[in-house]
């Protein structure tokens, strides 16, 4: 069965005060991994997708990776407009989409 | 271009009692999806379409029915509602693997 974890829960930083946040996966063979971004209240936002191994991708302060086995959400000298919780999510060759718990990140000024 | 929207945003029902909720989007897009979510659980998919007139299962789709006989509309039907389904639903729609997410539908069952 397809699994996604997500670590920490929750993750407290000062305003540019660099950091990771961790998306560990098992699927069935993977069409995509996904990361959300949604702000309370509100549903979730489109960031990143990517599709195999090595691949990494960026907006702004963000910086999204892949391995076979976990995906890495970097957050580079974050503001707190960046405060958030991000959601990963993988899809199988079923087309199902499977969501990790989240990571509630809270950036202090 | 009003994107995803969901009707209604609120909701309390009886337990038994049976509702539909909406979406609709307004971009072609094939794919569309169910999900609930829950404190501490994150997003879970009840149902998705792949196409009008295609419905499929996802990973809870038990006490939920789910009909798309216009591409652009997705209904989730409750037959008989139960506290347990008390949650938050959102519906999404994708193309090309990136999911366009609607506002929500908070629905409370008593």
């Known amino acids: 069965e397809d699994q996604v974890t997500q670590s920490p829960e929750a993750l407290r930083l000062q305003e540019g005060e660099s950091s990771s946040l961790n998306c560990s996966y098992t699927?069935?063979?993977?069409?995509?991994l996904f990361w959300y971004r949604q702000d309370p209240g509100k549903g979730p936002e489109f960031l990143f997708t990517l599709y195999s191994a090595g691949e990494e991708k960026e907006k702004e302060r963000l910086k999204a990776t892949l391995t076979k086995k976990e995906s890495f959400l970097h957050i580079t000298a974050p503001k707190p407009e960046d405060s958030a919780t991000y959601l990963c999510?993988?899809?199988?060759?079923?087309?199902?989409?499977?969501f990790g718990a989240g990571t509630r990140l809270t950036v202090k000024p | 271009n009003a994107g995803v929207t969901q009707t209604p945003k609120f909701r309390v029902l009886k337990t038994g009692q049976s509702m539909t909720l909406l979406c609709a989007q307004d971009?072609?897009?094939?794919?569309m999806y169910w999900y609930r979510q829950d404190p501490g659980m994150g997003l879970r998919l009840i149902h998705y379409?792949?196409?009008?007139?295609?419905?499929a299962k996802g990973e809870v789709p038990d006490g939920y029915n789910v009909s798309r006989l216009k591409k652009q509309n997705f209904l989730l039907g409750l037959e008989s509602a139960a506290p347990s389904q008390t949650s938050v639903y959102f519906c999404a729609s994708s193309y090309n693997h990136e999911q366009f997410f609607g506002p929500g539908t908070r629905l409370t069952v008593l």
């Open positions: 999510a993988v899809q199988g060759l079923n087309n199902d989409m499977r």
């Open positions: 971009m072609n897009h094939e794919y």
């Open positions: 379409s792949v196409g009008e007139g295609t419905t």
């Open positions: 699927v069935s063979g993977l069409r995509g």
